[in-house]
């Protein structure tokens, strides 16, 4: 990491010095056109008789023909180096984009095959630990709800990728059916509880409200926000589900975590990034969990804003348009 970033502030000093050399090449190239300009002027007055009648028009003449070609090269000098420049900031810009994504996509590569693994490993370990020892009901019984956990978690894993790959090659299809989130939001929500009977997660949802979705992605939305919550709250800490009716639907998902500063509100939903702070960083994670929230919210027509929770936390915030009060019996 150190070495890459020596190399960049490498390659940038020499790129703004072959820059700057340019930019004096040309400033020479002006002036020296100047100063021939003005030596040809001075040349063609000194051929001129001063006796003559038309003296005075052809010094006008010439002197108007020296400023034509003061203008030409003024124009001509200011236009190309407004070229060279826009044209070096733009590249400058986007090898520092190339760059910086290259950087984000190794770290995402890192960050996904530790995810992989872990799950992985900790499936074959409680496997293999019931396949070798006896054990009692309970204790089978609690490796294989471990075992669930880790595989729900490998396949949200697969999930969120398939979902941003598909969204940055623009092959997302939409299929938007009439949908009833509070049902929807229970049997997550329920799931969760399952899989983590030990961490509090509490539901207040107004019942029949319904919007028009799709319920995959619905759910891989919530299951990502549900995920930020349960990684950033201590485990003495609650995580608070709300849905109700409010100039159309309004999802909120509240935490007890660390939060969130100001500045980094609307760049959490970039793709790969990670905040910068220690804490969030041995936290586990990919970076396009809430990059794939706004993808869907927006999908949905919604908005999703954050704000601080009280007295700590962070409060997701998702307003969906309402659509109808008639909800079907499933989802």
């Not at 019931?130 to 709800?145: A, G, I, P």
């Not at 490998?154 to 299929?175: F, K, M, P, T, V």
């Not at 936290?283 to 869907?296: D, E, M, N, P, S």
Request: proline share 2%; charged share 20%; aromatic share 8%.
């Amino acid at each position: 990491m150190q070495r890459s970033k020596k190399r960049i502030a490498l390659i940038t000093v020499i790129y703004w010095f072959l820059l700057a050399y340019i930019m004096s090449a040309l400033v020479w190239w002006f002036v020296a056109l100047n100063r021939q300009n003005n030596e040809m002027a001075a040349l063609r007055l000194q051929e001129l008789n001063p006796a003559a009648a038309s003296y005075q028009q052809q010094k006008q003449e010439i002197e108007r023909w020296q400023e034509r070609k003061y203008a030409q090269y003024v124009g001509e000098g200011v236009t190309f180096m407004l070229l060279i420049w826009v044209g070096a900031v733009f590249v400058y810009l986007a090898v520092r984009r190339y760059l910086r994504l290259g950087q984000q996509q190794q770290n995402f590569m890192m960050a996904v095959t530790h995810e992989l693994k872990t799950p992985i490993a900790v499936s074959k370990l409680n496997i293999e630990t019931m396949r070798k020892r006896r054990l009692d009901e309970q204790q089978r019984d609690r490796l294989l709800q471990l075992t669930l956990a880790e595989t729900e978690r490998l396949n949200d894993l697969c999930d969120n990728i398939l979902l941003a790959s598909r969204y940055e090659a623009g092959s997302q299809s939409r299929h938007h059916e009439e949908l009833a989130l509070d049902r929807l939001l229970q049997d997550i929500v329920s799931q969760y509880r399952q899989r983590f009977p030990d961490r509090q997660i509490t539901l207040q949802a107004d019942e029949e409200l319904a919007i028009a979705g799709d319920a995959m992605l619905l759910r891989i939305m919530i299951n990502n926000l549900v995920d930020n919550a349960l990684k950033y709250t201590d485990k003495q800490g609650s995580i608070t589900l709300s849905l109700r009716q409010q100039n159309g639907v309004l999802l909120q998902i509240a935490d007890q975590g660390p939060g969130i500063a100001d500045k980094d509100k609307q760049a959490v939903f970039q793709k790969f990034y990670r905040l910068g702070n220690e804490q969030t960083r041995k936290a586990k994670g990919t970076g396009i969990g809430l990059y794939l929230v706004q993808r869907i919210v927006a999908d949905h027509g919604g908005t999703v804003t954050i704000k601080d929770n009280v007295p700590q936390g962070t409060i997701f915030t998702i307003h969906f348009p309402a659509y109808s009060t008639n909800i079907p019996a499933t989802l």
